[in-house]
């Protein structure tokens, strides 16, 4: 699901589909279209159609030729998304010529541009289908910029309905509206055109009818959500007074807001120099009115899209908001409500760019299904997406409702009637399965992709043969990391790099494309999910289920740090590559599916497993396994100012054995040969846990920071990992863990060997 497939930056325009989806735009005479293959080899077509709903291809103005020339087709199995779009515009779709814009073979960033010299309609059709687990023909990315020769006003730009609207309200700039919903009912609050504040309020209307004013209290919200504000997933409730619950958060798409500061009140204008100054606090006033209820000085309120934060020195400060045009907020009434939003009149300050602007509000039906989710940018400059649904969440959902955001799509933290401890158990000593799809993946094929790899990454890729996978570091210039991750080599030229995050996709192709390399580099996440299967049990569970032909090594037979393709089901079962590789410190596999199958793939696992006792476990008890085992995770043990020694990963950096030249390598020799800090094991004398960011001392001075901490049940330890002054990191060394402010509470701990399960590796080698 997408925020919207459009961005607006001045009068251009930028769409975005993906392989397999279309999109249709009006064009008007004069504007022009520069269409764009972000990874390459990905096909697209264009058609145009005029009022008459004729072909109209001819009439395109290219600014060079297209990769083919002659039209194409369109028959009776173009995909679904185009059937729709033809048939919502009441165009036959049989018969019809289309122009193919890129060949099957087409680097990365590869445009064609034309221009418009009438009223047309066009329609890009991105090809794609399932990639299955032992190709590499990942649907990717197409935008499509469209300039403008009279383009649109700002306030005029709103995102499209997430379905069919009961009703549309328009807050214009500095004003404020209020209304009634129905319990059930939908609230869309969004900034039309970026940057701007709208602040909330609402009341229970039997509450109003009985003289009752009980109104959403953001100081009882914080304290029932634990949090700063509710968010879209377990905490999402904002209360009155009274601890009712009056709204729940469905949506959101910037999650910065406020829940600290009044709306701005005529006080504080008159304090600042700017009397009679309008402010939401008499906006506020002037609509609720209406519904009898008495004007207030303050008004508390939810202050939507107003980005503040609470600084070390305890002062409240507030900057420019995050919000963009067409972002917005949506709730679900929790009864029939009275509800006022406004507009923020503020000009006198950055809170609404200085430029207040108009908020649009939408109400939706009870009876729309809207899934819970946020927006995920990889950067700043990226068209969001909602946060999604793994093809596992079938499974998962029927058995916790506790799930959390994770890198874009919904993980389970835990499960119902398991619990942590239960799950981590399980793991240890039978057999349990994990929902790892989030992490990213990326095709990397052609006559250079050998060369690439062994460039990007810091490990001898010359040295990995088909069918076995490594585990390295991908790092920056400086020698900092971009990503941890493994790579899978599917064939000669054939790669596939499995990581935490998007960047390191993008610096693939940077390098790719600085050194001049026939390479590919195309995203599959949405195309491979894997759910890990761990324990001592798990091979046990596999076999019974996974089919190998005679070419490919069959699960018995399979080592650490290789892969296998297969079937689950027989020979003309569900498609699967099945690695034996994990995050838990234990024997374990991971089974990559696409999505349409993963529903089948985790019944047919908790099926072979129910043997064993089989069980899911959620982040939480990974969380335990993985810090006993001593792996690391982004953002904790490493990030982009942390190089692969710090992060305690120093065996994925063969500076002795590897002599060519590779990203980072010359940094990575001068910090090796000075080193400042190194990842070290700590033992707590006491039971309570250490926090990441906790500072690490002796005496006064802080020689170090904890990365990640927890109990162990297995070894009944307090433990933690901690980047530590390379001078104090010698077994033994007594060492504080500082609470608080670092000095009034102090956690004794000292200096032990890591991992601190299995230090050998004798388990996964099993």
């Known amino acids: 699901m997408k925020v919207s497939n459009i961005k607006y930056n001045g009068n251009c325009e930028t769409y975005q589909i993906h392989g397999g989806e279309a999109v249709s735009i009006d064009l008007k005479s004069g504007d022009s279209v520069e269409v764009v293959d972000v990874e390459g080899d990905q096909q697209c077509s264009v058609l145009a159609f005029d009022a008459m709903k004729s072909s109209v291809l001819e009439s395109l103005s290219w600014n060079s030729s297209p990769s083919s ?24 779709a049989k018969n019809l010529s289309s122009t193919e814009l890129f060949s099957i073979s087409n680097p990365a960033e590869s445009s064609q541009s034309f221009a418009i010299d009438k009223d047309i309609l066009c329609i890009f059709d991105a090809k794609g289908g399932p990639m299955l687990v032992d190709k590499q023909n990942s649907p990717t990315e197409i935008l499509i910029n469209v300039s403008r020769a009279n383009p649109s006003k700002p306030s005029e730009r709103l995102p499209e309905p997430l379905a069919k609207s009961k009703s549309e309200i328009r807050v214009n700039d500095s004003s404020a509206v209020a209304y009634k919903v129905e319990a059930g009912e939908f609230i869309q609050i969004i900034d039309v055109e970026g ?144 509800c006022v939003s406004s507009a923020c009149p503020d000009d006198t300050t950055s809170a609404n760019g200085w430029n207040p602007t108009d908020i649009h509000v939408r109400i939706y039906d009870k009876t729309n299904n809207f899934s819970s989710a946020t927006a995920f940018r990889p950067d700043p400059q990226s068209i969001p997406t909602m946060t999604k649904e793994t093809g596992f969440h079938k499974n998962t959902s029927k058995l916790t409702k506790n799930f959390d955001n994770y890198n874009g799509y919904w993980l389970p933290l835990d499960y119902t009637n398991l619990g942590a401890i239960k799950e981590y158990w399980q793991c240890r000593e039978g057999v349990a399965m994990i929902d790892l799809a989030p992490l990213r993946k990326f095709e990397v094929y052609g006559e250079d992709a050998e060369a690439l790899m062994q460039y990007a990454i810091t490990k001898d890729v010359r040295k990995l043969a088909v069918g076995q996978v490594v585990y390295s570091a991908m790092c920056y210039d400086n020698g900092c990391m971009v990503d941890d991750g493994t790579l899978f080599r599917l064939d000669e030229n054939n790669f596939r790099w499995i990581g935490g995050s998007e960047d390191s996709g993008k610096l693939l192709r940077k390098i790719a494309d600085d050194r001049n390399l026939d390479v590919r580099v195309k995203s599959s996440t949405d195309q491979l999910h894997n759910v890990a299967v761990q324990g001592p049990k798990s091979r046990e569970t596999l076999a019974k289920i996974i089919w190998t032909p005679k070419l490919q090594t069959n699960l018995e037979d399979l080592k650490w740090f290789r892969f296998t393709i297969g079937r689950i089901g027989g020979e003309f079962g569900i498609p699967v590559m099945v690695s034996r590789t994990g995050y838990s410190g234990e024997l374990g596999f991971e089974v990559f599916a696409h999505p349409r199958d993963c529903e089948s793939v985790w019944d047919a696992v908790a099926e072979a497993g129910e043997e064993f006792g089989i069980c899911p476990l959620g982040l939480n008890a990974l969380d335990m396994l993985r ?91 307090n433990i933690a990992l901690c980047r530590i002054s390379i001078s104090e990191s010698e077994i033994g060394t007594e060492v504080e863990i500082g609470k608080l402010d670092g000095h009034h509470k102090r956690l004794a701990a000292s200096v032990v060997r890591f991992p601190f399960y299995d230090p050998e590796k004798t388990r996964v080698r099993m």
């Open 627 to 717: 810090i006993e085992a001593g792996l690391i995770f982004a953002g904790y043990e490493f990030c982009d100012q942390t190089d692969p020694f710090e992060a305690g990963i120093a065996f994925t950096v063969p500076l002795k054995t590897k002599e060519e030249d590779f990203s980072g390598k010359e940094s990575l020799i001068l910090r090796k040969n000075s080193p400042q800090r190194v990842l070290v094991g700590l033992e707590l004398s006491g039971n309570e846990v250490a926090l990441h960011g906790d500072g690490v001392y002796i005496g006064k001075q802080q020689i170090g920071i904890i990365t990640s901490a927890t109990r162990s049940p297995i070894l009944k330890k």
């Open 69 to 92: 020339n002659l039209s194409n087709i369109i028959s009776d199995d173009c995909s679904e998304m185009l059937k729709a779009i033809l048939n919502h515009n009441k165009i036959k």
């Open 195 to 338: 940057r701007q504040c709208s602040d909330f309020q609402a009341f229970i209307a039997e509450d109003l009818k009985n003289n009752l004013e009980l109104s959403l209290d953001p100081t009882v919200t914080r304290s029932q959500m634990l949090a700063s504000y509710p968010a879209p997933g377990t905490h999402d409730k904002f209360y009155n007074q009274n601890s009712v619950p009056l709204v729940e958060i469905i949506q959101d798409t910037v999650c910065r807001h406020d829940t600290f500061g009044l709306a701005c009140n005529s006080k504080y204008y008159d304090d600042r120099g700017f009397p009679g100054h309008i402010s939401c606090t008499d906006n506020f006033n002037k609509s609720l009115a209406e519904y009898g209820v008495k004007p207030r000085k303050n008004w508390a309120a939810v202050n939507l899209f107003f980005n503040t934060a609470i600084e070390e020195c305890h002062s409240l400060t507030s900057d420019l908001s995050w919000s963009r045009p067409g972002d917005y907020v949506l709730f679900r009434a929790m009864d029939d409500l009275v």
